[in-house]
């Protein structure tokens, strides 16, 4: 049997030979282009990040004047940068498929990569089309992620002095620097770790303001950017009662001895609000906590206003709940006049340049509370003492959970289906639903 077709590759900067030469027959296009980042292991615990370039040839009988694919990356950050590799064929193509009939797939991985830097990557098949010819090419952008390591940061308030707050280091750093900011910095330690670990670690801050809401900031030290290193942000909520409680002003760090807990699935989350809840101190650390502790991607309307234009708004949430695993109703008791103070005129405010979604969306929960369809995708949470209100007392039939008591469990539905009980079903025609 002959030999199929495999590539070895090398850097080409310049222009290929080929194109100096007029061609009879040149190849066509390629059929497919796809870019991810793979990690190259160089023993023990070193390794790269590249790029993996991964093509598909198109079945058609050009594919027998096919010599070699070329391959183009642009990068553009702070700086710009351009390299080629040349990848030739092994071996003349005797058939459009393969032998088991599937498609001609090679790829190349090599290109280094930078972190957050944008990529332009251009492919075409050589012999090149000859001058004044269109040459037939195939393109994908590409950015990199900013880092590709997650500290997976949680905080919370202990008590009026203390935060504890916990994230996964990186095994290249041993020095990171915790900050707990709210207008000034009001709680800060560095931490010198041991030895390279992948356990999770904890260290307990004291602070000298409300914490509640305030952003935590981990700086890392790692030795490839020292002290210019991404910083990672979270949020300190309040920490879930327990029984025992650390000494007043402990600095001591604490490793779990239990592994970390797989991962689950991201999910989508629509969250929509009254307009009296606070954007600032209420939307934003839930929103923070959904991303960060709950693996979910949030949906917010304040975030997609210029969709929401072009769609209009009925359209455009109709559409969210559709594509959405959980909706979630956000309710809070606290008084507007809480929110109007610090950010009541500032960027973050509710009530300026923001579209009130909420009669729209408990509409459609009524609709679907009606035919029971799609029931299991709600949700309520609310903070402190507050309940659905009569004018939304419908919402009563969803599960329902308070943060922070509840937030353990609340993180686990959301990633169960949780039907509502027959002993909370709801008429077919709820009174807060039948006003409608």
């Known amino acids: 049997m002959p030999r199929e077709p495999t590539v070895q590759c090398e850097p080409e900067p310049g222009p290929s030979p080929e194109w100096f030469v007029k061609h009879n027959l040149t190849p066509g296009d390629l059929r497919d282009l796809q870019v991810k980042l793979v990690k190259t292991s160089f023993g023990g615990e070193d390794y790269s990040i590249v790029m993996n370039v991964s093509w598909i040839l198109r079945a058609d009988a050009s594919i027998c004047s096919l010599k070699a694919t070329k391959i183009c990356v642009t990068g553009k950050s702070n700086f710009h940068s351009y390299s080629c590799v040349r990848c030739d064929y092994t071996e003349a193509f005797r058939s459009q498929t393969r032998p088991s009939g599937g498609k001609w797939a090679f790829f190349y991985a090599g290109f280094p990569v930078e972190l957050n830097t944008h990529y332009f990557i251009g492919a075409h098949n050589i012999p090149n089309a000859n001058m004044n010819e269109d040459g037939p090419?195939?393109?994908?952008?590409?950015?990199?992620?900013?880092?590709?390591?997650?500290?997976?940061?949680?905080?919370?308030?202990?008590?009026?002095?203390?935060?504890?707050?916990?994230?996964?280091?990186?095994?290249?750093?041993?020095?990171?620097?915790?900050?707990?900011?709210?207008?000034?910095?009001?709680?800060?330690?560095?931490?010198?770790?041991?030895?390279?670990?992948?356990?999770?670690?904890?260290?307990?801050?004291?602070?000298?303001?409300?914490?509640?809401g305030a952003v935590v900031q981990l700086t890392p030290y790692f030795p490839t950017c020292g002290n210019d290193c991404i910083r990672r942000r979270g949020a300190v909520l309040l920490c879930p009662p327990?029984?025992?409680?650390?000494?007043p002003g402990s600095k001591r760090i604490k490793k779990a001895s239990f592994p970390s807990p797989t991962l689950l699935p991201s999910i989508r989350v629509l969250v929509v609000y009254p307009p009296e809840v606070c954007f600032l101190h209420t939307i934003c650390p839930f929103?923070?906590?959904?991303?960060?502790?709950?693996?979910?991607?949030?949906?917010?309307?304040?975030?997609?206003?210029?969709?929401?234009?072009?769609?209009?708004?009925?359209?455009?949430?109709?559409?969210?709940?559709?594509?959405?695993?959980?909706?979630?109703?956000?309710?809070?008791?606290?008084?507007?006049?809480?929110?109007?103070?610090?950010?009541?005129?500032?960027?973050?405010?509710?009530?300026?340049?923001?579209?009130?979604?909420?009669?729209?969306?408990?509409?459609?929960?009524?609709?679907?509370?009606?035919?029971?369809?799609?029931?299991?995708?709600?949700?309520?949470?609310?903070?402190?003492?507050?309940?659905?209100?009569d004018d939304h007392s419908a919402l009563s039939v969803c599960p329902q959970y308070r943060l922070m008591e509840d937030a353990t469990a609340f993180c686990k539905g959301l990633h169960v289906k949780q039907p509502v009980s027959a002993g909370r079903r709801s008429p077919a025609c709820h009174s807060s639903c039948c006003s409608l």
């Open 242 to 247: 327990t029984t025992a409680h650390p000494a």
């Open 137 to 212: 090419s195939m393109s994908v952008n590409f950015t990199s992620p900013g880092s590709l390591w997650d500290p997976n940061i949680t905080a919370c308030k202990k008590n009026e002095e203390e935060v504890e707050v916990s994230f996964t280091p990186h095994s290249p750093g041993k020095r990171y620097m915790v900050l707990i900011l709210q207008d000034t910095i009001i709680g800060d330690t560095m931490l010198e770790l041991q030895q390279d670990t992948l356990t999770r670690t904890s260290t307990v801050i004291s602070v000298t303001g409300e914490s509640e």
């Open 287 to 389: 929103t923070e906590f959904l991303q960060n502790h709950c693996r979910s991607e949030v949906i917010l309307e304040k975030w997609q206003r210029k969709k929401i234009a072009d769609m209009g708004p009925v359209q455009w949430l109709t559409a969210q709940k559709q594509a959405a695993d959980r909706v979630i109703f956000l309710l809070s008791n606290e008084a507007s006049a809480v929110c109007e103070g610090p950010c009541g005129k500032s960027e973050g405010s509710p009530g300026e340049n923001s579209q009130d979604l909420f009669p729209l969306a408990f509409n459609l929960f009524c609709s679907d509370l009606r035919s029971q369809a799609q029931l299991h995708k709600y949700m309520v949470v609310y903070f402190r003492e507050a309940d659905p209100q």
